[in-house]
């Protein structure tokens, strides 16, 4: 993914939302500290630490990740203890769900494998991927907008 950004600056947004299982009980609460570690500008910071410590989620770990990358703990800590980041999540969830996402997989970029463009298969064609219904994800081509 990120040899894509850098590949193509301006014509590819990123666009991550949150979709935490309802199997993985901590998941809301650790999509909420990506958020509140975003609005000190270490979003990606906290998502990194929280793929590579899955196993350790609950609260008092979030806020100790927080400190290992360098936010302010009082304002995190805030921020997380007020709830303020799970009406955006919910609202992520909701559209995933409302989209037929039923799970997460790996992006189809990251995986190696993806019929739309890339730094070696350049295309004048953007692509976005759809979710229809419940089937599998797909890309399809589509024109570029006003």
């Not at 993914?1 to 301006?10: F, I, K, N, R, V």
């Not at 969830?93 to 739309?116: C, D, F, H, I, Q």
Request: hydrophobic share 30%; glycine share 10%.
């Amino acid at each position: 993914m990120t040899q894509l950004l850098e590949a193509y600056p301006g014509k590819i947004r990123l666009v991550y939302r949150d979709y935490p299982l309802p199997n993985h009980g901590d998941a809301p609460k650790a999509a909420e500290a990506a958020h509140c570690a975003g609005d000190q500008g270490k979003y990606w910071e906290m998502h990194g630490q929280l793929f590579a410590n899955q196993g350790k989620l609950k609260v008092e770990d979030l806020k100790a990740h927080a400190r290992q990358i360098g936010l302010d703990g009082a304002k995190f800590d805030q921020c997380l203890e007020s709830g303020v980041k799970a009406t955006l999540v919910a609202e992520n969830l909701k559209a995933g769900n409302e989209a037929g996402v039923s799970g997460t997989r790996p992006s189809s970029s990251t995986a190696g494998s993806s019929p739309g463009p890339s730094p070696s298969r350049p295309s004048s064609r953007p692509w976005t991927r759809s979710f229809p219904g419940r089937s599998r994800h797909r890309w399809r081509a589509r024109r570029p907008g006003p």
